[in-house]
């Protein structure tokens, strides 16, 4: 799917655009799908990281949680999907951030559900 392993964390909201950094390891097949479910892709100019600077940071943190905790050669893709979706839900609903003031993302989420809507 065009979400991989988050699609069941999105499936609940409409999706208005997606912002891309312009990289274009994947772009044509999701330039394609973005395209069949009429989701507008906001392509960023190339170097200038402060519009990107707090995904980029997120990414990073993510990544290097995800394996400071496991020492994982994982015996398929199947085993390596469902580690990846437990470490999601574990930054998502367990684990607070600091740019949320202490919240966790499904915290933030429901307190301001309607202005994210």
Excluded: W
Excluded at 3 to 8: E, H, M
Excluded at 9 to 22: A, C, E, F, P
Excluded at 31 to 60: D, F, H, W
Excluded at 71 to 86: C, H, P, T, V, W
Aim: net charge positive; with cysteine; glycine share 6%.
């Amino acid at each position: 799917t065009l979400f991989g392993p988050i699609g069941a964390d999105v499936r609940h909201y409409k999706i208005l655009s997606i912002q891309v950094d312009g990289g274009s390891e994947f772009m044509a097949d999701f330039e394609t799908a973005c395209e069949q479910m009429s989701i507008p892709l906001i392509v960023l100019p190339p170097a200038r990281p402060k519009y990107n600077g707090g995904v980029k940071r997120c990414n990073r943190t993510f990544r290097e949680e995800f394996y400071a905790y496991r020492d994982l050669i994982a015996d398929s893709i199947g085993a390596m999907r469902f580690e990846l979706r437990k470490a999601v839900d574990r930054y998502n609903t367990f684990r607070p951030h600091h740019a949320l003031k202490g919240k966790t993302s499904m915290e933030y989420l429901r307190i301001n559900q309607a202005d994210v809507a």
